[in-house]
């Protein structure tokens, strides 16, 4: 409604209730509502956060191998295995990820 020269402006009170109301609203139908769990909400997070699961188990699988080769002296049979190793389990994490994202997209059918 608008405010007219004669009317007295709106309580403060008010004010602030009705932006947290708002504000609320909004986040709700942008999807940005907070969820539990730190789980991205937007597209561009999800997929940052699956190229950095992958990257970190190749990059923990590749420096272990590449340690342990230094020690054991066994140049590159171990960093090739755990460069392998690190892979599946990026892999893994991404698939896994996924999975949740799917799930949360349908509304959680599956349980």
Do not use: C, H
Request: zero cysteines.
């Amino acid at each position: 409604m608008p405010m007219t020269e004669g009317d007295p402006p709106p309580e403060p009170k008010d004010f602030a209730k009705r932006l947290q109301t708002l504000r609320s609203e909004v986040k709700q139908d942008s999807g940005e509502a907070p969820r539990s769990g730190g789980v991205p909400q937007t597209a561009a997070g999800w997929v940052f956060r699956l190229s950095v699961e992958l990257a970190a188990g190749l990059l923990v699988g590749g420096v272990i191998g590449w340690l342990l080769d230094r020690w054991l002296g066994t140049n590159p049979l171990l960093l090739i295995v755990f460069f392998l190793l690190g892979a599946t389990a990026g892999i893994y994490n991404v698939i896994r990820s996924a999975m949740q994202l799917n799930r949360e997209a349908g509304g959680g059918k599956d349980g």
